[in-house]
């Protein structure tokens, strides 16, 4: 199969972003992890999405302390996607997010 000049161009774009990200995550990198996520969740450049790859990044981006890859990881879980992780444990730790966004009390 002969890919177009576009979709050479976005295969080349994501080869170079995933291993630049790749690179950064393992060397613990909060953003580099949330965005090793993100390419992983959507799967551009790849025969389909890798969800338990992504979610996985994302665990750790969390852990980390980035707020996005906390984000992301609780929509993957919202929607199914999040794999066979504990959910209990995510949500103790980051329980206190939704204060930090709505105030006390809320």
Do not use: H
């Not at 790749?22 to 389909?48: F, N």
Request: proline share 6%; hydrophobic share 40%; charged share 20%.
């Amino acid at each position: 199969m002969k890919l177009k000049p576009d979709e050479v161009l976005s295969s080349f774009a994501f080869n170079f972003n995933l291993r630049r990200y790749s690179k950064g995550a393992e060397a613990g990198l909060p953003k580099a992890m949330y965005a090793l996520g993100c390419c992983l969740d959507e799967g551009s450049g790849l025969a389909a999405p890798d969800y338990p790859a992504a979610a996985d990044w994302y665990w750790r981006a969390a852990e980390a302390g980035d707020e996005n890859g906390a984000n992301n990881l609780s929509n993957m879980y919202t929607v199914g996607r999040g794999g066979a992780r504990q959910i209990m444990p995510f949500c103790q730790k980051f329980s206190g997010a939704r204060q930090i966004i709505t105030g006390p009390g809320r």
